[in-house]
């Protein structure tokens, strides 16, 4: 499992490690059953705090992308290919809000962002 800390990209850390470890779950770097590391190994390893590691293991738990066993550790989950899709809907969605804030801060109309949309989509 690799985990990248940015210190200047404002979005706090719990949230860099729960969208990274998301994503390595949903492209299938991770699988389900894989071994997490400990919170406390993944804080040393990027030289952040426990309690930051905790938060975002807490928040992945919650969201079921994992699961955690006292004195055992936190694993991958067994997916269910209808949370996958509601995950990647809701990143999907959030790509679209900011495609949609430009395209108006450009001036772009709203048919002109379709357009754009059905050319990437494969449309035509």
Avoid: W
């Amino acid at each position: 499992m690799n985990v990248i800390i940015s210190n200047s990209s404002g979005v706090p850390i719990y949230e860099q490690i729960v969208s990274q470890i998301k994503e390595q779950i949903m492209n299938g770097e991770l699988k389900a059953g894989d071994a997490l590391p400990s919170m406390r190994a993944l804080a040393q390893s990027v030289r952040i705090s426990v309690i930051t590691t905790k938060r975002a293991y807490e928040e992945l738990e919650r969201d079921g992308f994992i699961e955690s066993f006292t004195g055992k550790g936190s694993f991958v989950k067994g997916q269910n290919t209808e949370l996958l899709r509601e995950e990647y809907l809701k990143q999907a969605e959030e790509f679209l809000q900011q495609a949609c804030d430009r395209a108006r801060k450009a001036g772009a109309s709203a048919d002109e962002l379709h357009d754009m949309i059905d050319i990437i989509y494969g449309g035509e």
